[in-house]
């Protein structure tokens, strides 16, 4: 039997006492953001309580630095040392974090025919810091390290290639002194997988291959055994869990989104893996939409949580997923605790808690099997996207962007999809979205074990921007309209705005030097609903991307 997952070589690193090690990144300073997410459990919620409800009106910019990039800017930054490092699809920059002044900046470039496999956005979302370097992946599927101090390159490795349908956008993540990413491309019929890298050399330790081959645990769930199957791409970021020493990575779809020439599960499309950040041993998966046919990419943020379970202490994950469910899953295990619907939802009628499958309704079966228009909640855009929500532990709910909106949908003839190829369109689908006008999209206070939401805004364009939530009891997130907000986390009400130049669909942090409180978010309309969706209320956002740090006003 193979196996899927191939070694390329042993690990051998030489530590360094140099920069950012991985003791910093466990004891997450509030002067720093280390981390996607901004800890390691990827619950971007901040004990920082100097901004609070009290005092949030008196927020001021501290200042602004243009990226001079008009394409989407959905990075979060990283913070370090008193600079903030920033990425674009073209360029990362090092930024003086009091005062934004330019420390560096590194272009980076690829050729324009690269964008042709890029489905949703000229973007990039951020990177990694681990001793003296800074980690970023390109759309032309390079990952390469920079040096934090002069932003000089220090390697560069290609992983993938725009004719095979591969792209990167994503950040990586540091897990147990590995690299570690994944890479876009189901759009574009290219196969998944999740890799590693020694950090200090730009080796390739392992790859993961998210889609099997004859052979290949898994591959039984495909045609063919899997001999020409596609899709799983890993485009967004896991969450490790240094106690466990286990990465959880989200998967997408299968390709094409059309389903009538793959019947079967499709593993290990649309699940959650947990693999073994040095070996990339597979602990287990659990997929939360087996055959898809709707684009439900499982790419949405993980979240790490102890939580009390049926009167016991449970090592949980919290994923508010694309297909409109939120799931707790036992961390330890993979196993199923619960799973409720978040938003409207018409795909299944629930989640079978002992099989840990959705349960189908004939419209789905439908849409599995034949070419005949159905109406389905939520959309191919799911009941959230990429954009990373946030979760206070304290009170354990989850800040959640969503979208409300259902759509018409119709698989293409067979014959029409039978002889795609790698790079092609894999989608083989007509599909109409179905808007509420007066609220495309809402942000919810939701509570992961029932899914209902303690209270919930109502926006005419959906937010397309992570959120943090911090112990001074505020959630900030941003508007495609460009409205940088702070809401009061208990009430649900906007309490504090500011208008940016641009659309928000960036992702804030906040941390603290010389014990005062910053927020820092990005600016810069794009992305895959700003491109494809026509929105009246966007007319008048212009694109043009922006740093902003945030302050108290002193008295």
Known sequence: MKKQISLMVGLAFAPQAHAQTAQDILKASPESVLTYGMNYSQNRFSQLDKINTTNVRKLVPAWSYSLNNNT???????????????????????????????????PVEYPPATTRVVCCGIVNRGAAIYEGKLFRTTLDARVIALDIKTGKEVWSVKSGDANDGIAMTGAPI??????????AGAEY???????????????????????????????????????????????????YDPDMDVVFWGIGNPAPWNPLLRPGDNLYTNAIVALKPKTGEVVWHYQMSPTDPFDHDNITSIITADLTVEGKPTKALIQVARNGFVYILDRTNGKLLSANPYVKVTWAKGVDLETGRPIWTDATKKAMTLTDEIET????????????????PR??????????????????????????????????????????????GHLRAIDPFTGKAKWEIPFKSPNWAGTLVTAGGLVFTGTLTGEMIAVDAEQGKI????????????QPVTWEKDGKQYVTVTSGTGGVYVMNTPDPNLKH???????????????
């Not at 800017?73 to 934004?100: F, M």
């Not at 540091?174 to 890479?183: E, F, K, P, S, W």
């Open 72 to 106: 989407g800017e959905e990075a979060q930054p990283i913070i370090y040392d008193g600079t903030a490092y920033i990425t674009s699809q073209n360029k990362t920059v090092a930024l003086d974090a009091l005062t934004g002044r330019e420390i560096w900046n590194t």
């Open 174 to 183: 540091i897990a147990n002194g590995v690299l570690i990413t994944g890479m």
């Open 189 to 239: 019929g290219s196969r998944g997988y999740i890799e590693a890298y020694d950090p200090q050399t730009g080796k390739q330790l392992w790859r993961f291959y998210t889609v099997p081959r004859p052979g290949d645990k898994g591959a039984e769930s495909w045609p063919d055994n899997a001999s020409n199957a596609s899709g799983g791409s890993t485009w967004t970021t896991g969450t």
């Open 377 to 392: 909640w939520p959309s191919n855009s799911g009941g959230t996207n990429w954009f990373p929500y946030s979760y206070d």
């Open 395 to 440: 009170k354990q709910i989850a800040y959640v962007n969503t979208l409300d909106f259902g759509m018409k949908y119709q698989p293409a003839p067979i014959e029409e999809i039978r002889n795609l190829k790698p790079g092609q369109g894999h989608r083989g689908v007509k599909i109409t979205k179905l808007y509420n006008d007066n609220a495309r």
């Open 495 to 506: 309490i504090w705005s500011f208008q940016t130049p641009s659309g928000i669909i960036g």
């Open 541 to 555: 956002t212009p694109a043009g991307g922006t740093v902003f740090t945030f302050k108290l006003m002193e008295d």
